[in-house]
């Protein structure tokens, strides 16, 4: 089997993995995390969203998020927006990195963005008219794509169909998400190879909810296709409001420690890592997702 040499992380704590607290958390806390994250190593942050506060309180500060950051040259910084109206935003922000969103599930588009899959499509379509004229970077989420918290099939077909169609319309990079964490390593397989006949594997990131404790044999399975883009979260933190019953992110401590093991490349150093999953935990007031974090904790040591 043919793994690939090295791995692009995308951390999305600071947005998947903040989004879906209820509590607010204080801005300088979020920049905290944020200007941790960058003293990693890690090369892309997903910083905030600049969605509906009425939707998300949680990412209202979004403006206020990416003013407050030490922006590191060699960190790319994107932030989700889901229509021409959070495009404003970040441009005014000078953002050069987006990414937008979509699913080939009706219900769950409904849910998470008030609008049907076609019209979400056409939004994103308008978003990357702009946005390719102002020559930014844009990511093409697909959720749901094992499954929809509502129960309706979502195909690989229609979510290979909608990645190619990302794609066509200029979105740079395609991030298949596991929006409720419920794939197993065969079907992760089947739908990568369903996209990749759409989207060249170089493009297609996999982004793993881990609910069901499957994500990181899930991230095997993708990398064994090739697959060179994995998103997680540090500490594990994240959600959907819009998924209920979903949990967080595959951790990045533990994505890390595997690709180590995998003699596979990140340019990410692990025990600085470790430690801003102790800071977000802590401030969050609950035990690290990471195991790779609890057992440093116990051995007070840094894994090998
Ligand atoms: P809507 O209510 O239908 O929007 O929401 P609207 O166009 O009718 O506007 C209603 C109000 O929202 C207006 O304000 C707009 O100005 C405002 P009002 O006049 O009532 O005061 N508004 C905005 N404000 C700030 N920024 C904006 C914006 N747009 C409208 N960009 C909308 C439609 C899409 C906006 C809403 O449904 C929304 O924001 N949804 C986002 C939900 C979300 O963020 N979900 C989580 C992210 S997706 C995810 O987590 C999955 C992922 O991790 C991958 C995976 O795991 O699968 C990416
Ligand atoms: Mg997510």
Redesign the pocket.
Known sequence: MLFPEHVKIVE?SP??GL?NEKILIPTAIKIELIDRLSETGLSVIEAT????????PQ?ADGRDVLMGIHKKPAVKYPV????V??LE?ALAANVKEI?V?C?ASEAFSQK????TVLESTQ?IEAILLIAKKHGLFVRG?????LGSPYGDEVPFEKTAALAGQLHELGCDEI?L???IGIGTPLNVTKLIMSVAKNVSIAKIAV?F?DTYGQALANIYAALSLGVTIVDSSVSGI??????AGATG?VATEDVLYMLQGMHIKTNVNLEKLIQVGRFISNHLKRPSQSKVNLAYEKKSTAPQ
């Open positions: 999305v947005r998947d989004q969203s600049f969605v509906s506060p009425k939707w998300i990412l989700l927006i889901p229509n109206q959070g935003q990414a969103f699913t998470n963005t008030n609008c939004r989420y697909l959720s749901c794509v991030s998400g596991d929006t982004h909810h994240g959600g959907c409001p819009y998924a992110n």
